[in-house]
């Protein structure tokens, strides 16, 4: 009826940890348990039939108020339906955090058969470890890899460096970034300074301003350090 994909972990207690009973089958779930059975967490992989619709009926809210995935998932086992485990045994992040998703676009990026189906003209340095889809412009600039530069985006008098995505129809203009994922359609244009360790989102434009006065507006936790030119 069901299938979730598992995997080990070093701290399960962040975790959904799913039990197994002695012929490997889903025996209990438990929501960041305290004290875990085991390190297998689920992974936000699931498949389900029809039947996961009684199981969302049946549940109650939590203590947080929201209906649990693993609570639908543990009535299942409860009433006889089928849950399979698939223990994926490569490498898996949570994406919960920014810097989760820096790393996990990092590895992605070295995994990736790189390939320049786009154009890169004569003054432009592209490394080996460089994906320029179809369609995309890199004038002037040097693109450092493993990155990847997205459908129909342009990179012009521009520095793109290592463990960077810049999605579809994006520019990247006069600037510099690395270690970075910008989303599709948005422009970067006259950055002064490096953009680096960043994630901007869909349809974002950051362009230099010389208009005084300049403030910075920050969110600092406990015991940061921070240094501003």
Same mark, same amino acid.
């Given at each position: 009826? !069901?299938?979730?994909?598992?995997?080990?972990?070093?701290?399960?207690?962040?975790?959904?940890?799913?039990?197994?009973?002695?012929?490997?089958?889903?025996?209990?779930?438990? +929501?960041? #348990? @305290?004290?875990?059975? !085991?390190?297998?967490?689920?992974?936000?992989? /699931?498949?389900?039939?029809?039947?996961?619709? @009684?199981?969302?009926?049946?549940?109650? #809210?939590?203590?947080?108020?929201? $209906?649990?995935?693993?609570?639908?998932?543990?009535?299942?086992?409860?009433?006889?339906?089928?849950?399979?485990? /698939?223990? %994926? @045994?490569?490498?898996?992040?949570?994406?919960?955090? #920014?810097?989760?998703?820096? +790393?996990?676009?990092?590895?992605?990026?070295? +995994?990736?058969?790189?390939?320049?189906?786009?154009?890169?003209?004569?003054?432009?340095?592209?490394?080996?470890?460089?994906?320029?889809?179809?369609g995309?412009?890199?004038?002037?600039?040097?693109?450092?890899?493993?990155?990847?530069?997205?459908?129909?985006?342009?990179?012009?008098?521009? /520095?793109?460096?290592?463990?960077?995505?810049?999605?579809?129809?994006?520019v990247?203009?006069? !600037? +510099?970034?690395?270690?970075?994922?910008? $989303?599709? %359609?948005?422009?970067?244009?006259?950055?002064?300074?490096?953009?680096?360790?960043?994630?901007?989102g869909?349809?974002?434009?950051?362009?230099?301003?010389?208009?005084?006065?300049?403030? /910075?507006?920050?969110?600092?936790?406990?015991?940061s350090?921070?240094?501003? $030119?």
């Amino acid at each position: 009826n !069901s299938q979730v994909v598992l995997t080990a972990v070093d701290q399960p207690q962040h975790y959904g940890v799913a039990e197994l009973d002695n012929e490997g089958r889903i025996k209990q779930l438990v +929501e960041k #348990p @305290r004290n875990p059975v !085991s390190n297998l967490a689920l992974v936000g992989i /699931y498949m389900f039939d029809p039947n996961v619709f @009684r199981a969302v009926n049946a549940i109650k #809210p939590s203590w947080r108020g929201e $209906l649990e995935i693993t609570d639908a998932i543990q009535w299942l086992v409860e009433n006889g339906y089928a849950v399979h485990p /698939y223990i %994926h @045994r490569g490498w898996w992040i949570d994406t919960g955090k #920014p810097i989760d998703m820096l +790393e996990a676009n990092n590895r992605v990026l070295a +995994e990736l058969a790189h390939h320049v189906e786009g154009y890169v003209d004569r003054d432009s340095k592209v490394d080996h470890l460089v994906t320029v889809e179809r369609g995309a412009e890199i004038i002037n600039s040097v693109i450092r890899g493993p990155a990847i530069i997205g459908e129909d985006a342009r990179i012009i008098n521009s /520095y793109v460096g290592p463990f960077t995505s810049i999605f579809h129809h994006t520019v990247v203009e006069e !600037s +510099e970034i690395e270690h970075s994922i910008v $989303l599709d %359609h948005s422009r970067i244009v006259g950055i002064p300074s490096r953009i680096e360790d960043s994630i901007i989102g869909r349809d974002v434009e950051i362009t230099y301003s010389p208009i005084k006065p300049k403030a /910075y507006k920050m969110t600092l936790g406990d015991h940061s350090k921070v240094g501003l $030119l």
